[in-house]
């Protein structure tokens, strides 16, 4: 990060924006709002700036089996010609009737910047149903660009927390690099419903699901007793 930032405060007191007929207290009140918005994006950057420069995670060496809409896959097989890999544990195993529907809301959105993501990064969304079952919900849903994989095997979705030792499934979102011949955990979701705050509904941070930054942004919030459907 750059070092003699202007203040936070200094700047949201110079922003220009001012909306029709506000008041002298919502002025008040929506710029000290604004000085936390340019402190929480600093933060953010501090963040992935401290994430980028994690040390080498471990080496992935595990015997990890894959059928994707092409056919099988081994791990090194998901990076294509990439050297970063994104994979996304989706919760739709076996045993389920139909997805969770909180992953697909996350999967909907990712869908519509897959190609753009893949453009720069590999992509993989991984799940416990075979193949076919995947395709026909990427068909159902409208996907064009996500590429989905089941896991062979399970011992993935185990080993980077898809699945938990008593069998229940989380989504689980994790990045791996391929360096020098190797490849290498970089970074995992590690937040647990354990660390939620008092009345707060667990997730994690950075949250990638618009749908509630969207809802943060309005009066009402996201409330703690609403999630979206796979129907409405």
């Not at 750059?2 to 922003?15: F, I, K, M, T």
């Amino acid at each position: 990060m750059l070092d003699n930032l202007v203040s936070a405060e200094e700047l949201a007191r110079s922003g220009p924006v001012r909306f029709p007929n506000e008041s002298a207290e919502y002025r008040t009140a929506r710029t000290a709002l604004l000085a936390e918005e340019i402190e929480l994006r600093r933060h953010l950057e501090r963040i992935a700036a401290q994430r980028r420069a994690l040390p080498p995670g471990g080496e992935v060496i595990g015997d990890y089996r894959f059928e994707g809409e092409k056919g099988k896959s081994d791990f090194a097989g998901l990076f294509g010609a990439k050297d970063t890999l994104v994979v996304y544990s989706f919760m739709f195993g076996a045993k389920r009737e139909r997805p969770c529907p909180m992953c697909t809301n996350l999967l909907n959105t990712m869908e519509g910047n897959a190609a753009d993501i893949m453009q720069k990064v590999a992509l993989a969304v991984v799940a416990g149903s075979p193949i076919e079952r995947l395709k026909a919900w990427k068909q159902e849903r409208g996907w064009q660009d996500l590429p989905l994989y089941t896991d062979l095997n399970g011992n993935y979705s185990r080993d980077y927390f898809g699945v938990l030792p008593d069998g229940s499934e989380i989504p689980s979102y994790n990045v791996f690099t391929r360096r020098d011949g190797t490849t290498r955990h970089f970074w995992g979701g590690e937040m647990t419903g354990e660390m939620a705050d008092p009345g707060q509904d667990p997730r994690g941070a950075p949250d990638f699901a618009i749908l509630w930054n969207v809802l943060d942004t309005t009066p009402e919030g996201r409330g703690t007793d609403w999630y979206p459907k796979l129907e409405y």
